[in-house]
């Protein structure tokens, strides 16, 4: 695998190997230097590309679309080099041509921002900086040490600035970041300096006189530390990649699955005689748009849930398997989808709201109960509540759900009154969230009542509570009443 | 001694070359107005041995003298192209070229005798 670098010649693109672009920039820029400023030169410049922009068209085929060092270098013999063009036309040119060679081997560019890992001690942020500014990197390096010891903010930007700038990899970009001009003989020149980084410290050791020696040796130290650190990095983490892409895959598999089953599940059963906590979900459904709910919301869930799953299989086939514009495409429907099912939500959520508060069967209430001639309570049933008031004056009365009132069935024989659960009758329905719920009966004191409970019913006297806690020796007369109501 | 040689040999038929490069180019014009890549491959049927990259600058250089003149024109394949006719001071030009060719040539002939 090369890298390819596209270019714009003469308003038309050409993909070239790295190498060829080298070697194409570079004589470029000897055939500009040959031709001299102005105009002219331009124009005489524009010709030449145009004439190599053809040329180069007709060596591109459906196989073979990049273009090659050796495409150039047979385009640059056909051409002619800049010593051909001193010799065959000479003239006009060649007077001032010296002149600019001299001032193009040391031209200088605007330089950029780049990670210098040939002159690296961590992640070559410095030594980028150093160049960018044209400063020796060790003044940042200070920089950053200072800053370590000062709280340690030295830490984040250094991370930030190790993410932010992108390493000089390629000589085309290596000669940015010295800010020198793409010319054939920076090139060279970049070939002949030293590309290994422990080659480049080599050199610099040798350089150094003994006090120079110190203060760099813990500066090799570090880095000496952190390429061990990376080797060991290096290796570990294809291990770690992909693991992490099995597992997104696997989790992001088993989520998209259950969305999905999920979204059918609902949009089968939004219409059918379904219950949820005792109300129909039709009657719900019929309130709202439901089948575009569930479209919206399976979209907005699924579709990050998918490009996870794509990450996660690209980790493990090590191969980018979505491309940029299917992936716009994408993430425009999620951003649709989520905004409509947002809106939908809030549209409707307080409709459901209501229904689900005002339905008949689920409004609280309370029926009064007469106890007229009443002596003698009997509870059957876990969801019986009975519960005596201390306040002489509060009219003894039922409440709860009206569902859960009906599920009470209350009767008087002679004076004696009995609550007890009905035994529901099964319906074909599958209902969720149709749990009962507990009742009340409230009673004053002020009726001598024997309470008698039985399996799972309770009583809440708060009668004895309130004794309790105020004079003890009223205690006595509330224990001769316990033991009424334990009989 | 042998590379010497040989390389003084090509700077003698470069400086032939470019002695008559401009005459030649001329005389391809004179014919029919014309782009570059037809001029050099005219040049090339000739058997006259040219260094493609060397004709653009010629041509800017005449055309700065005043003996051509350009103007571009649509192609069917690719961008348009400039062609180039000469100028009435350029078939003067060419008029002179052409006696002092044959003044040459005849020397030759004489001196070969």
Not at chain 1, 2 to 12: E, H, M, Y
Not at chain 1, 16 to 40: N, P
Not at chain 1, 78 to 96: P, Q
Request: with cysteine.
């Amino acid at each position: 695998m090369k890298k390819t670098i596209l270019i714009n010649l003469n308003n038309q693109s050409f993909q070239l190997e790295e190498a060829a672009y080298e070697k194409l920039a570079g004589y470029l820029e000897d055939i500009k230097r040959h031709c001299g400023a102005g105009a002219d030169a331009a124009e005489v410049i524009a010709d030449i590309e145009n004439s190599m922009a053809e040329k180069l068209k007709s060596s591109i085929t459906p196989y073979k679309e990049v273009i090659t060092l050796a495409d150039i270098n047979s385009l640059i013999e056909i051409m002619g080099t800049a010593e051909d063009f001193d010799r065959e036309v000479g003239g006009s040119n060649s007077e001032n041509s010296e002149d600019q060679q001299e001032d193009a081997s040391d031209k200088k560019v605007k330089r950029k921002l780049y990670r210098d890992t040939d002159n690296a001690v961590i992640g070559g942020v410095a030594a980028g900086l150093g160049n960018y500014f044209d400063v020796d990197p060790v003044l940042f390096r200070i920089i950053f040490c200072a800053l370590i010891f000062a709280g340690g903010s030295a830490f984040p930007i250094y991370i930030l600035l190790w993410i932010a700038m992108p390493e000089a990899k390629t000589a085309y970009q290596k000669l940015e970041m010295q800010g020198q001009a793409p010319t054939l003989a920076a090139f060279k020149n970049l070939a002949k300096t030293g590309k290994k980084l422990q080659e480049n410290w080599k050199k610099r050791w040798q350089k150094h006189n003994a006090m120079g020696k110190i203060f760099s040796l813990p500066l090799i130290i570090i880095n000496g530390i952190f390429l061990a650190l990376r080797k060991i990095w290096n290796a570990l983490w294809p291990i770690i990649k992909m693991g992490f892409g099995i597992i997104l895959s696997i989790i992001s598999f088993i989520f998209l699955g259950a969305i999905g089953v999920g979204s059918l599940i609902l949009i089968l059963y939004s219409h059918s005689s379904y219950q949820l906590s005792f109300i129909p979900i039709s009657e719900l459904t019929n309130l709202i748009p439901s089948t575009w709910l569930i479209l919206t919301g399976f979209l907005s869930l699924a579709i990050p849930t998918a490009l996870l799953l794509i990450g996660g299989v690209s980790i493990i086939r090590k191969k980018t398997l979505i491309n940029f514009t299917s992936g716009s495409i994408m993430i425009g429907i999620w951003m649709a989808a989520g905004i409509f099912f947002c809106a939908f939500t809030l549209r409707y959520f307080p409709e459901i709201q209501n229904k689900y508060e005002n339905y008949n069967l689920l409004v609280e209430t309370k029926n009064v109960v007469d106890m007229k001639g009443i002596t003698e309570i009997e509870a059957n049933g876990h969801l019986i509540n009975i519960f005596v008031a201390a306040n002489t004056s509060t009219p003894a009365s039922l409440s709860g759900r009206k569902i859960d009132l009906e599920n009470i069935e209350m009767k008087r024989v002679g004076d004696k009154l009995i609550l007890a659960e009905k035994i529901l009758e099964t319906k074909n329905e599958i209902c969720l969230n149709c749990n009962l719920r507990s009742i009340e009966l409230i009673v004053a004191t002020s009726s001598k009542l024997k309470i008698k409970v039985e399996s799972g019913a309770s009583v809440f006297d708060e009668t004895v509570v309130i004794k309790e806690n105020n004079i003890e020796e009223e205690k006595e007369a509330s224990t001769t009443e316990k033991e009424i109501i334990n009989e | 001694m042998e590379d010497k040689f040989k390389k003084s040999l090509e700077n003698a038929a470069a400086q032939m070359r470019k002695g008559v490069l401009e005459f030649a180019i001329l005389l391809v014009i004179a014919k029919k107005k014309t782009y570059a890549n037809n001029i050099i491959s005219q040049m090339k049927d000739a058997k006259l041995t040219v260094v493609e990259g060397t004709v653009y600058p010629l041509l800017s250089r005449l055309k700065n003298a005043e003996l051509l003149d350009y103007t571009w024109k649509e192609s069917k394949s690719g961008p348009p192209r400039k062609y180039y006719t000469l100028t009435k001071k350029g078939q003067q030009f060419l008029a002179g070229c052409e006696e002092q060719w044959q003044n040459l040539e005849k020397a030759i002939s004489n001196l070969k005798k």
